[in-house]
Each structure stands twice: as C-alpha cells, then as structure tokens.
C-alpha cells in the first residue's frame, strides 16, 4: 500500500467514523433537519435566477419602428 493509499483510505475511515459520532450524539434527526434546510436554500436559489433570468429578458424587445429601414409613405 502506498502512502498515497493509506491517506485516502484514513481519510475515508476517519469520514465514516466522524459521521457515526455524529449520529450517535445528535441523532437520526439532525441529518433530517439539515437535509430540509438544504433543499429550501436550493429551491429558494432556483426561484432567484428564474427571477433574474425573467427580468432580463422584460424589456429586451423593442416593438415598433425598425430605424434602419427605409420609409415607405404607406
């Protein structure tokens, strides 16, 4: 096993073994709630940028007369 193996096989274990203390001291409930905290921020992230995407498109079309055209006496 190389170093390189050995520190990221630590690192994985140290992970599993962070998040089993940390379910054993705060409960199954605490990962329920940061996961619902979460989706809220995403879900409140995607309505911004539909916001500012809709916003950018208001007022970008100009109806009316082109001002490159000719005129034409109709």
Known sequence: MTVREAGRLGGLIGG???GL????????????????L??????DLIAAGRRAESGA????TRRGRNQFAPERGV
């Open 57 to 60: 498109r208001r007022g970008k």
């Open 38 to 43: 979460g989706g809220q921020r995403v879900r």
């Open 21 to 36: 203390a940390v379910k054993a001291q705060r409960g199954v409930e605490f990962y329920q709630e940061i996961g619902k």
């Open 16 to 18: 599993r073994k962070g």
